[in-house]
């Protein structure tokens, strides 16, 4: 009796479906079901989140980093391995760059992904000005942007000459 409003229902294979579960007719067969989507999900990546940036300027994402801390970007891990003076130990992926603090040096490119060091704490105690190392709050300010696209968005900034 309590079956026949199932019948009625739009979602009759459904319901069904989820009552002969409850009775171990298809136990199996959702189980596979289950672990599909599992797979197809953690698989792809969906279930792995992008560590988000502190702050955005056009197309490159900063974030301030300890020593010792790692970051995803791209699917592609980075982390602040150590400092010395302007120099920054990074591990990007499985590649471990030393990496300057950038003044006249250009990004530093590696598994897709431009690279550069825009301050960090050793450069910082040589002025005592904080309002030039106002945005340094860690360690180190790492600049991340993906190469194929470009740092700035030519419709969006221009610069006078």
Partial sequence: MKLFFLYKCKLFPICKLLVDFTLGKHRQKLTKIAFAFFVLFYGTGISKAQTEPDFTWANTSYFNLNVGESIEYNSVEIQLLALHNHFNKIKVG???LLVKVSRRSLPVVKNGIRLFVADNKNVRSLNDDESLHGLLEKDALICLSDISSKMLDP?????PI
């Fill in 155 to 159: 419709n969006k900034y221009v610069f």
């Fill in 94 to 96: 499985n590649d471990t």
